[in-house]
């Protein structure tokens, strides 16, 4: 039996969310799964995700195969324990960068 730690849909029409299920790689997507390992809501804000980690790492150690949405989950759970930011990077749009630009120039001529 190959188990897959993986997402199932739950939720209405336009309002998703999903559990994080260990489930066999032969049973469809949401159908019956083996253990409930947490849940996902894409739509709320902040931390909107809980993970059961010691089961997860238990079926990581008799060989379920990760998904790459949940290991996505998994990393971010573990930056959030670490303490690290959620997002290392922003994005800046040319205006502002110019606006940025500008002023440091002005900062620098004026000091």
């Known amino acids: ?3 897959k730690i993986r997402l199932t849909r739950t939720g209405a029409n336009r309002d ?10 032969r ?9 409930n390992l947490g849940w996902y809501d894409p739509d709320k804000t902040g931390k909107n995700f ?14 379920a195969i990760v998904s790459p949405t949940v290991l996505s989950l ?4 573990k930056r959030a324990a670490e303490g690290k930011p959620e997002h290392t990077h922003q994005k800046i749009s ?3 960068k110019a606006k940025l630009a500008k002023a440091a120039k002005a900062a620098a001529s004026a000091g």
């Open 27 to 35: 049973f469809p997507r949401d159908g019956r799964f083996i253990e």
């Open 16 to 25: 998703l969310s999903f559990r994080v299920v260990a489930a066999d790689t």
């Open 50 to 63: 809980e993970l059961k980690l010691d089961r997860i790492d238990y079926w990581k150690s008799v060989g």
């Open 74 to 77: 998994l990393k971010r759970e």
């Open 1 to 3: 039996m190959s188990v």
């Open 94 to 96: 040319k205006g502002k």
